[in-house]
């Protein structure tokens, strides 16, 4: 497995390329627990060129992901190819997560919370400052009050 890592504005980007294993998941957590020790706060792994994530995989995600919320950081995942996204779906890891299609789907959630200075975690908020109208889709967190399923709109 290869990971590359590169930057966009304050989020470190991990791509992940092979297989995320037993065999390979020490290396891929060394390389993302290297990014956090660098003061990495905003991490996306991108899994546009994975082709399979084991058990151990998902823990390395797990951990990581755990470690940096506790410095108010966050993990995103995008770029899951069918058989990476059934294993998040059987695991139950998908709603774990927040899973975006794309690199560009990821990175706007990511900016979207520092804009407003909000807590997101799990999937997406959407605003519309111009009216005050709040559309919220799917399960989400903000500002620590879980919100299950709730879209509003005006």
Not at 24 to 47: H, R, S
Not at 49 to 63: E, F, I, P, Q, T
């Amino acid at each position: 497995m290869k990971v590359t890592t590169r930057e966009a504005n304050d989020v470190k980007i991990a791509d992940f390329e092979g297989n995320l294993d037993t065999n390979t998941a020490p290396d891929a957590e060394e390389q993302l627990k290297a990014l956090a020790k660098q003061g990495a706060t905003k991490i996306l792994v991108n899994f546009e060129k994975l082709d399979y994530v084991s058990s151990a995989g998902l823990r390395v995600l797990l951990a990581t992901a755990k470690g940096l919320q506790a410095s108010d950081g966050s993990l995103r995942i995008c770029g899951l190819n069918e058989t990476v996204e059934e294993i998040f779906d059987i695991s139950g890891f998908s709603t774990i997560f927040n899973v975006f299609g794309t690199e560009a789907e990821a990175l706007e959630g990511f900016w979207l919370v520092d804009q407003h200075g909000s807590t997101i975690t799990h999937n997406t908020i959407y605003v519309n400052h111009e009216n005050a109208n709040v559309i919220l889709l799917s399960s989400i967190t903000w500002r620590d009050k879980n919100i299950d399923r709730v879209r509003h709109d005006p």
